[in-house]
């Protein structure tokens, strides 16, 4: 078959993504249209039809979801073509892309106004020519890895410091097509086809109509990337968002766009205890109506930047944080013009002195010059952590970082923070969080300095993903759960709804072959398999 | 110790591009920005102010630019940064000047802030490059100049004390106050502004001037003060003599390392 | 305003100064049969324009010749004689020596060399700058040289130059020449142009045209100083060849004073010298990396190659600004400007300003991967290539070969 390739070592890359776990495969291919890629399965069926399948992007993400498990590699990064533009009744612009297309591309092309639009028909070119006329339009979601690609992107449901404001990336796509392990295509239009009653029934360009029974399965109130969307009179687009590639292959997303806002300012806020910066989220919260993000930097890990910027080299330049900072929140507030902005600043003032910080404290990025640096300052958290652990791994291989993903609703916030601290504290382990404070949602990573400590540090995880589970709260809020967090998706929702999850798999891939290994281990796939056949063959 | 910052609005971006069809420059617009350079001057002015109110030292830094109307919103900028005072000389009368009505100009600014024991330049604006402002600046003031300062040692009993960049090196400089120094733009790091500052900035008065009221003399400012004229301005043009060096890399490779070796290298 | 001055007549409205200037600095308005180009506040005086304009409709407002009077008595081209720390003159001084001369041979004047000596003494440099195209050499030895205070400097020039009235004076765009010829530009209120690319005669006014880059370095400027005195300009070390020596040539050596008044007033202290600046400006062989090298890593690459090809290495200002390189390895108008036998250039798109740095190379070998990169305009050798597969490709190379030799 032309395209499909032995998984030689000239393709050893392909086998691991950023969660630095390996995989294997005997194939993979890199087709560029859903045509090519429909050819592709027609030939594995009937090659190797049982062989499974792996969805692949940019392999950015940290679950493993695009790790192969055996099988073939659909890699979708030559998927990378901008398809049309389309405006509707309220004005806003919706962008028909392939999956392929990298999140820091399609942001630079809508900045600079610049999007490839070769062969594009006449309506699309027409709605390019009013967006470039008109404000700057952007697309919300903002990992903080850009290069991401989108089709991976919606694949994980992804979110990013701006979640806060706008959600993950769910309710930004308009449209989806997807191929389906059979070969057959899905045309989804958001609102043309909802579940109604628990049972949503979905139609192939084939004309093979599918029945889903939905099961009873609630989503947590808060951050989630961890299962199904499931809900009674959901929209099929959005079963397909955050499925970790395990129902259908995304062969083309159309997103809605937004205007972008004129002024965004960041402000880094410093509090002497963590207590305090709770304080002041609690509190700014509802208060501040244009934030757009609330990131939190504890004590721990403000240590680790002091650390690396005595060392020298390129992180000497991070602005250094007030001696006695033990905790950072960094608000984004964005408005139409720097006057709204400001009038949000004074707000966030009185409520920082009303948490006890100083105005003369916190720092206020303006300039492109100042959000670049604000940015390094807090992309440099994460950096430095993994430099650290890199350098312990040196002499102790076995370790690794461990960093959870989980967000709790709103109410949780305190509590959870208690169960974290307590945690660290009773098993005397080194820590540093991070993250979207602002959804309660906040990235505890242990630094183990021995396999002792990093068993520990696993127990303690495990602990906690039954209790934030309890809390009503999410194992998995915005990496998905891959391979990796499998075990967290039954602390979260029990045997039988992961098995009713996997049920709902088998009936769009009755052999379940796609994303294997995401979501559900082998195991409980082979028996809903065996299920779906038994069913079929009375 | 009273200091004046001289800054300088510049393009946000020097990123030109060349638009190939009409042979034209395409300037991305962009913001204006203060001259990275003259932010350096301004962070090591504020560490200087620093020390001073650490040693219970009154001191003031007062920034001052010549420029457009918006320009004020930069120096407000400056005030949030922690600037005290702010002086904007603008008048469609100033535009056109070149280097020398510049410096002239300047100088009214620094006699109508009541002088200054340190005048702190950029060393020179990202979008002229002439390095001169500074220089001319204090033969105007007619005091001794320290110029492509990389670090301020010591302002005491009188003297200012400074790492400079000197033809194939660097030395230490010494020079009696009033003096004027022109900074290095890895002399410092412009600090944050931070939210208290933000808002005292809101509430400044930026002083803006014209010419007359700085007390300029018409002469002597804008293009009427400025004995350089631009003649004319143009695109080098593409020059296609060059020899294509062709194939793959392993032969552009070869073909190189012959060449080197007929050269003699 | 800028003192762009549309002549309504001769203009048609056709619209091609609009898209000649980069600035919005000028607009064609008016009814239909009646459009004329008008100058807005934008215009900075560029003057892309006046060229761009098909019937000669745009011109810049020149002063009256009224206060040009003064021009008239003015005579001699001038340079400044930069002396280093053992007393000899530097490159520069003797490039613009030369160019002096040719441009005063067109206007029929003579070449001054002005040679301020602290205690280290002559030691033949007088002869040296008469070989080299000198009419007269004004020498003045003077302790308060020593210091270092260009203002020292420029007071002694400034004085010469009120007696003298030269024409025009040239300096080197050295860090010392940068800070004196200010100097020297106000207190004498005239012009000055710094780190010009070419100096010529325009032949009908007799002025000295002095070409830059400007305007963010992406458009190169003829800059003219018609009625103030004497015209002056820097020019980079390496700008201009080196002159041929006339050792016949003769010339007058003046021994002058220094004002018993002039006082240095900053004092320089403990040198520490970086040789290597030094020794970018004279090397033979330089490979100049630019943004397309990709890494620090791959610099690395550059920096093996410049070693095996028995050179140096240099780079371009955003590499200096990444802090991949030492400021002293920046080549172009606002590092060092550089005139090497063989330059390869790895990856550098070629921005005006640094091309300006890099002209007096002799043989430019160019590698980039984008063939409209406007350093092939400049180079004697293009190769569009992956710069980083073709650097290892070369020092593969240049390694078997050193082997088969040794």
């Known amino acids: 078959m032309q395209g499909v390739k032995p998984m030689t070592e000239e393709f050893a890359e392909y086998r691991r993504d950023e969660s630095r776990t390996c995989g294997a495969a005997d194939t993979i291919s890199f087709p560029v249209s859903e045509h090519e890629l429909r050819a592709q399965i027609g030939w594995l069926a009937d090659h190797a039809p049982s062989a499974s399948i792996t969805v692949q992007g940019a392999r950015t993400g940290l679950a493993a979801g695009a790790v192969p498990c055996g099988g073939h590699v659909f890699n979708l990064s030559r998927m990378n073509a901008y398809l049309g533009l389309r405006r509707d009744r309220d004005g806003g612009y919706h962008l028909r892309v392939q999956p392929g297309v990298v999140l820091s591309e399609l942001r630079r092309h809508l900045r600079s106004r610049s999007i490839p639009a070769v062969n594009w028909d006449p309506a699309s070119r027409a709605a390019l020519d009013a967006l470039y006329a008109g404000c700057e339009q952007f697309f919300p979601t903002d990992p903080t890895e850009t290069s991401a690609c989108l089709g991976g992107m919606a694949a994980c449901n992804a979110s990013g410091a701006r979640s806060y404001r706008y959600g993950p990336m769910r309710p930004h796509v308009s449209a989806l097509r997807v191929v389906l392990a059979t070969g057959e295509a899905l045309s989804l239009r958001r609102g043309a086809c909802r579940a109604n009653g628990g049972r949503l029934v979905l139609v192939t360009e084939q004309g093979r109509s599918i029945p889903l029974e939905l099961p009873a399965i609630p989503s947590p109130s808060c951050k989630n990337a961890a299962g199904y969307a499931i809900a009674d009179d959901m929209d099929a687009v959005d079963l397909f968002i955050g499925s970790d590639g395990t129902l259908g292959i995304i062969t083309e997303l159309e997103l809605e766009l937004r205007e972008a806002p004129q002024a965004v300012w960041g402000a880094c806020c410093f509090f002497a205890s963590e207590e305090s910066a709770l304080d002041f989220v609690i509190a700014a919260r509802p208060a501040l109506k244009r934030a757009l993000a609330f990131e939190y930097i504890d004590g721990e890990a403000l240590d680790v930047l002091r650390g690396v910027r005595t060392e020298g080299g390129s992180f000497s330049s991070l602005p250094n944080a007030p001696r006695a900072a033990r905790a950072c929140v960094y608000v984004e507030l964005a408005g139409a013009a720097a006057g709204e902005v400001l009038e949000e600043l004074k707000l966030l003032s009185e409520l920082l002195r009303a948490a006890g910080a100083r105005g003369e404290d916190a720092w206020v990025a303006r300039t492109d010059v100042d959000r670049e640096r604000l940015r390094l300052f807090r992309h440099a958290v994460p950096e430095c952590v993994n430099t650290l652990i890199d350098r312990r791994r040196r002499d102790m291989p076995s370790i690794a970082k461990l960093g959870s993903d989980m967000a709790v609703p709103s109410e949780c916030l305190r509590d959870v923070m208690k169960l974290y601290r307590d945690g660290i504290g009773k098993a005397g382990l080194q820590s540093a969080v991070w993250g979207h404070i602002g959804d309660n949602h906040l990235h505890v990573n242990i630094l183990p300095r021995d396999e002792r400590e990093y068993a520990r540090g696993k127990e303690l995880f495990a602990h906690w993903a039954h209790a934030v589970s309890a809390m009503g709260g999410s194992v998995s809020a915005e990496h998905g759960v891959g391979k990796i967090k499998r075990d967290y998706l039954l602390a979260m929702y029990g045997g039988e709804r992961v098995r009713a999850m996997a049920r709902l798999k088998a009936r769009l891939d009755p052999m379940c072959r796609l994303g294997r290994g995401n979501l559900f281990d082998e195991a409980l796939l082979d028996e809903v398999a065996a299920e779906m056949q038994g069913g079929e063959r009375p | ?265 | 305003m800028s003192g762009l001055m549309v002549d309504a007549d001769r203009c048609i409205g056709c619209g091609r100064c609009v898209k000649a200037c980069g600035s919005g600095g000028i607009v064609v308005e008016g009814p239909r049969g009646a459009r004329r180009a008008h100058a807005t506040e934008s215009c900075i005086a560029c003057a892309a324009c006046v060229d761009a304009c098909p019937v000669g409709a745009l011109a810049f407002e020149r002063p009256s010749a009224a206060d040009s009077a003064g021009c008239a008595d003015a005579r001699d081209y001038w340079v400044f004689v930069q002396i280093d720390e053992h007393g000899s003159p530097l490159g520069v001084s003797l490039e613009l020596m030369g160019r002096a001369r040719s441009l005063a041979d067109v206007r029929g004047c003579r070449v001054v060399a002005l040679l301020p000596e602290g205690l280290a003494g002559d030691r033949g440099v007088s002869a040296r700058l008469i070989a080299a195209g000198a009419d007269e050499v004004v020498r003045c030895r003077d302790e308060r040289f020593s210091a270092c205070d260009a203002a020292v400097h420029a007071e002694w020039v400034c004085e010469l130059a009120r007696r003298r009235k030269p024409e025009a004076i040239l300096y080197g765009a050295t860090v010392f020449g940068r800070e004196l010829a200010p100097g020297v530009a106000v207190r004498l209120q005239t012009g000055l142009t710094a780190d010009c690319t070419s100096l010529d005669i325009d032949r009908k006014t007799g002025l000295l045209l002095q070409t830059r880059p400007a305007f963010g370095g992406n458009l190169m400027a003829t800059i003219a100083c018609p009625s103030y005195r004497p015209q002056m300009a820097t020019v980079r070390p390496g700008i201009f060849p080196m002159p041929r020596y006339d050792e016949a040539r003769a010339g007058e050596v003046v021994d002058v004073r220094l004002d018993a008044a002039v006082r240095p007033r900053v004092v320089l202290r403990g040198v520490e010298r970086t040789r290597e600046a030094d020794a970018l400006v004279d090397a033979e062989v330089l490979v100049v990396a630019g943004r397309g090298i990709g890494s620090k890593k791959n610099l690395a690459l550059a920096g093996e190659l410049a070693r095996a090809l028995g050179g140096k290495l240099g780079g371009t200002r955003p590499l200096v600004e990444a802090g991949w390189l030492e400021p002293w390895q920046q080549v172009g108008q606002t590092g060092v400007a550089v005139a090497p036998r063989v330059l390869l250039s790895l990856g550098v798109s070629g921005a005006i300003q640094h091309v300006s740095g890099i002209s007096a190379a002799q043989s430019i070998i160019a590698v980039n991967d984008d063939a409209r990169a406007p350093i092939f305009d400049v180079a004697r050798y293009r190769v569009v290539a992956d710069c980083v597969a073709f650097a290892s490709e070369l020092l593969e190379r240049l390694d078997s070969q050193r082997g088969d030799r040794g």
């Open chain 2, 1 to 265: 110790m009273n200091i004046i910052v001289c800054v300088k609005a510049v393009p946000g971006s020097t990123e030109v591009k060349m638009d190939p069809a009409t042979n034209t420059i395409v300037r991305d617009g962009g913001a204006s920005v203060i001259n990275p350079f003259d932010a350096a001057a301004l962070e090591v002015a504020l560490r200087l102010k620093d020390d001073a109110v650490r040693q219970g030292l009154p001191c003031r830094v007062a920034v001052l630019s010549m420029g457009i109307p918006t320009t004020a919103e930069l120096l407000r900028d400056c005030i949030a940064r922690g600037a005290d005072d702010a002086l904007l000389l603008s008048d469609r009368d100033f535009a056109g000047a070149d280097t020398l009505a510049t410096t002239y100009a300047l100088a009214c600014g620094v006699r109508r802030l009541g002088g200054a024991d340190l005048v702190l330049c950029g060393k020179l604006a990202v979008d002229g490059d002439t390095a001169q402002i500074g220089p001319e600046l204090a033969g105007a003031l007619d005091a001794p100049c320290i110029a492509g300062v990389t670090e301020v040692l010591e302002v005491a009993s009188g003297r200012v004390c400074a790492r400079r960049e000197v033809d194939g090196g660097a030395a230490v400089a010494e020079a009696p106050l009033p003096a004027v120094l022109t900074v290095s733009k890895d002399a410092a790091q412009l600090r944050m502004a931070s939210i208290a500052g933000v808002m005292a900035a809101e509430g400044a008065r930026i002083e803006v001037l014209s010419a007359r009221q700085a007390g300029a003399d018409p002469a002597r400012i804008g293009r009427a003060g400025s004995p350089t004229q631009v003649v004319r301005s143009f695109v080098p043009k593409a020059d296609a003599s060059g020899i294509p060096i062709e194939g793959s890399v392993d032969e552009q490779a070869d073909a190189v390392a012959a060449l080197l070796k007929e050269m003699g290298i």
